[in-house]
């Protein structure tokens, strides 16, 4: 304990300035065994994805791929046949990637512009606008972040279904359109945290509410939304038990749900492995591409965020 | 379906000192109800969905908790009598304790090891490959990371028990044996969600400004009492947004138990929410799956109302 | 379905505010042969097959066309029962014997006595008893017969040869629930521990086995041990229920039945077969393939599986015979029948006779994936496995001796593997003893009851 003082200077000094740290040292290998931990299944992912399914069990202590192939990924991309496929251990079951991708690029980019642009004006209204009732209603939007997602799922079906819109577009996007609690919750407490000033100013010019909130708010909150639509984006590009209910077609069916069918298709039976682990690379080539684009956007405006 | 609420955001770190900061001014330009027009208009597509997708959905449940209904035919209204052989079912309260010992590993495991990376990052390594590196187990989708581990971590053809067979150790039955199978279940959900949970909490550390340390290192603080009596209770707020939001998400676990042990061996894994499909989908019963669920609501609001203020989440010490 | 007031009153409200039209709208055609109907699947290796004879039969009823839709069993039965609730179900579809009873009761299937009559339809044609299986309590037929699967154990070639034991020898095992019989000496001669003894030589160390003579898939309490120990305890003279078809009294208490799972279970102990707790992860087929078993005792549909392991020589052998020298397998009969809420339903039915005809189920035989209900189909499927040089006689054995027994058929078959599932892993994986199963039999019956 003899480095206390350098302490709080740490952080901000370059490390090449300073000599061996042995407590840097145990701090780097630490994160390194983080790290590792969090990206080595990863290989794993990608040595399965690469093996022959049917020789996977035999090699199931070999690190390297088992019978390398790239059937799996013909699979996934719907450029094998069922008997090559089946042949190969792997499963038989059509898929339409394409089409799937696409659906899933509709699905994610209409709920997230719909739930955070909604969402926010509602945050907005939360934040800065006086009105009778507006903490009891945002205390109720908060409350439906308690309600088990179950408990909604078939009563939603059902009004899907009243609507007519089953296996519609639509009907997928519906529920997650309007807004979501959590984007209302975070955007609310980003508003709360802006300064007012410019807000103020603008309203002794008399501008209108809409304007403020479209030239001014807005504009000023352009991190913290590329925020919130990246998480949002994800987490609906992960989604699954929702759009397996209501988008059966192939006009509806969106990725997660598509690439099902590497799952076992009858019980007691063994998963495509390969296929399913190429198709999980291959649905999270998306997202891994957004997070290298705007990744460190997003970190500074976290980091912009917590520093206000 | 559970990612919803496992997304804490960023953004509430600093909540708690602009509160305080809005609470001193006299809000003399938004005085009483006079926003009420506009404010209708810019709530009213949120309205919508929220009475449309959640309002209703969530009142229609509460009426089906007190009906014997199978979804193929008419809810028959039976009062109390679900909630009265809730109360009498060993599997519900099992359900109560498996699900209590998940949240309590998870919790604990999860915000422990965020908490560390954080504070690694923190002073070692700020740069984004480092933080992407961490975040990747959260781009893959729930039931792929509860699928991959499932298989990693198989008893006799899983990567992970040879690896441990190779350093002499005997195998591991992480999902197969009872002790096992829940606290694996929290190291998957864990893997998923540390690096996420430790950039919140990096955040978080980097809003504490260095004036403070200064001052801590000034007075010779020591890098432990530091960190007990300056960081972490700066950190509060994030902290309490984090434990939070973990704490309801974990609650809610369902995906990596229904397409791993589904509730096995024997009762070990049947968790809450799990059970709750069981009965109402499976058992197609779904007048006593609503009411368990509305139990379940019960139990998660007054979980956040006890969080909330037993650890004074809107208030921050920096104030 | 009756659509619910206030959801119908949210709904027309939704449908004013948002002012979105939804494209399309509901298209109700007549009762008549024509139109698009929609079939559901859940096996994706069958799925060609089934392709094949919807465009077969597209030629010859050029006025219906089939759109066929294959999901997987774990999400299948799901899907079918929401859409059921929602008007969405498909018109025709796979059944399976322990699904079907809860359809019947909530009306949902299209009874087919009419159309049977009519078309005269030959209920004879199918393997004996398949096509009873699929008559309801109310006497009415709700399905017809698709195809069929029995048991029998599936075993490494090569780990048999090392252990000394011919094809012969696997062929005729003998079983008895006191010491396992010779069905026990072949399971102990082919585990083999991490220093190479095998589990009859002296010196065997159970607690660090290499390969168990016996692979395990689970306790089979949710499936009534079809393919765990159905076969042995049945060859006991065992039966599931008082009745099959349309039980109402379990029999889990019967001492034959717990005779058996107590024999079952003390291979674990004996380190004969993996601890029940090994065993959830990856299946059994897969541990099989790895090479980690010698036998797996698993269904004909799981020959696809099987077979398709590189690097494994697999042999079939039939279930072993019992004390009194008979065999036994559960006879398992799936049906396609159509969802009582069908626009179409004479179209259905057009197409349901057609996948139960020769001509439909001839092209399934010839994909040599499973075994066609009808008899004649059977014997071309058998051919086409052997040509891909499989012998799959013992399970089409099990059909011709006639030692088959029926997978039980009963209501609330949802609720009973609910409560058999947790108490026969708990049995299994020796938390409690054999006679506990009396208990959970009686909560069982005691659904039977009211």
Known sequence: MTTIDTRPADSRRRPQKKPFNWRRTIAWVLLAVAIAVSVLPFYWVLRTALSTNGSLAANSASLLPADFNLGAFKRVFGLQTAEEAIAEGGSGASINFWQYLWNSLLFSSITTAGAVFFSSMAAYAFARLRWKGRDGVFSLF?????????????????????????????????????????????????????????????????????????????????????????????????????????????????????????KSQSPQGAPDWSGLMAATLVSATPVLILFALFG????????????? | MTTLTKQPGPGLSAGGPQKSRRRGKPAADFRGTGDLKI????????????????????????????????????????????????????????????????????????????????ILMHRVAKSTIVRGALLMPYLMANVIAALLWFWMLDYQIGIVNQLIEWTGLPRVAFFGSEQWAIPTQALINTWRHMGYTALLIFAGLQAIPHSVYEAASIDGSKAISTFWRITLPLLRPVLVLVLVVTVIGSFQVFDTVAVTTAGGPVNATRVLQFYIYQRAFNEQDFGYGSALAVILFLILALVAFIQMKSLRGNQSDLD | MNTKKAIGAVAVAAAAALALSACGGGSTGGDSAKGEISYWLWDANQLPAYQQCATDFQKTHPDIKVKITQTGWDDYWGKITNGMAAGTAPDVFTNHLAKYPDFIKTKQLVALDDAVANDKVDLSQYNEGLADLWVGQDGKRYGLPKDWDTVALFYNKKMAADAGLTAEQMASLKWNPQDGGSYEKAIARLTVDKNGKRGDEPGFDKNNV????????????????????????????????????????????????????????????????????????????????????????????????????????????????????????????????????????????????????????????????????????????????????????????????????????????????????????????GKAPASSLSAANEQVNSLFAK
């Not at chain 1, 970190?299 to 912009?304: A, D, L, Y």
């Not at chain 2, 010992?101 to 954080?118: D, K, P, S």
Request: glycine share 10%.
């Open chain 3, 210 to 429: 290499a390969v168990y003579g016996l692979g395990l898939g689970g306790s089979g309490g949710e499936n009534a041990g079809q393919t765990e120990w159905s076969f042995l305890a049945a060859s006991l003279g065992w039966t599931t229920t008082d009745k099959n078809p349309w039980g109402t009294h379990y029999n889990y208490d019967d001492k034959r039945v717990q005779d058996t799972i107590a024999w079952w279970a003390s291979l674990a102990q004996k380190g004969y077969m993996p601890k029940l707790e090994a065993t959830v992860g990856a299946n059994a087929a897969d541990s099989f393939g790895a090479g980690k078993a010698a036998i797996n005792s698993h269904g004909s549909w799981m020959i696809g599986q099987y077979t398709g392991y590189k690097g494994i020589d697999v042999g079939i052998a039939p279930t072993p015979q019992g004390p009194e020298g008979q065999r036994a397998s559960m006879f398992n009969g799936l049906a396609d029948s159509i969802w009582a809420g069908t626009k179409k339903k004479d179209a259905a039915v057009k197409w349901v006779e057609y996948l139960a005809s020769a001509a439909c189920q001839d092209v399934v035989a010839a994909k040599a994936v499973v075994f066609p209900a009808i008899k004649g189909s059977s014997d071309k499927a058998a051919a086409a496995f052997k040509a891909k040089g499989v012998d799959v006689s013992a399970f089409t054995q099990h059909v011709k001796d006639k030692t088959t027994f029926m997978l039980p058929i009963t209501d609330n078959a949802a609720k009973v593997a609910g409560i058999m599932k947790p108490a026969m892993d708990a049995v299994v994986t």
């Open chain 2, 39 to 118: 404010a209708l208009l810019f709530i009213a597509p949120a309205m919508l969905g929220f009475v449309l997708f959640y309002l209703v959905p969530t009142i229609r449940g509460i009426y089906l908790s007190f009906t014997e209904y199978s979804i193929l035919g008419d809810p028959e209204w039976i009062g109390t009598r679900n909630y009265e052989r809730i109360a009498k079912d060993p599997l519900f309260w099992n359900a109560l304790g498996v699900t209590s010992q998940y949240v309590l590993i998870n919790i604990v495991l999860q915000t422990a090891l965020a908490l560390g990376l954080a």
């Open chain 1, 142 to 262: 908060l409350a439906t972040m308690l309600v088990p997602p179950i408990f909604t799922a078939l009563p939603n079906f059902l009004l899907v279904k009243n609507l007519g819109l089953l296996n519609s577009m639509l009907g997928l996007v519906l529920p997650y359109l309007f807004m979501t609690p959590f984007a209302v919750f975070f955007m609310r407490q980003f508003f709360l945290n802006m300064s007012r000033e410019v807000e103020e100013a603008a309203m002794l010019d008399g501008a209108r509410h809409w304007r403020i909130f479209f030239q001014i708010v807005m504009p000023n909150a352009a991190a913290p939304i590329a925020t919130l639509a990246l998480l949002t984006f994800m987490g609906q590009w992960n989604e699954y038990f929702w759009p397996l209910l209501v988008g059966t077609s192939e006009e509806s069916r969106v990725l997660t749900v598509g690439l099902g069918v590497f």
């Open chain 1, 296 to 308: 460190k956007k997003i970190v500074n405006s976290i980091g912009f965020n917590g520093t206000k």
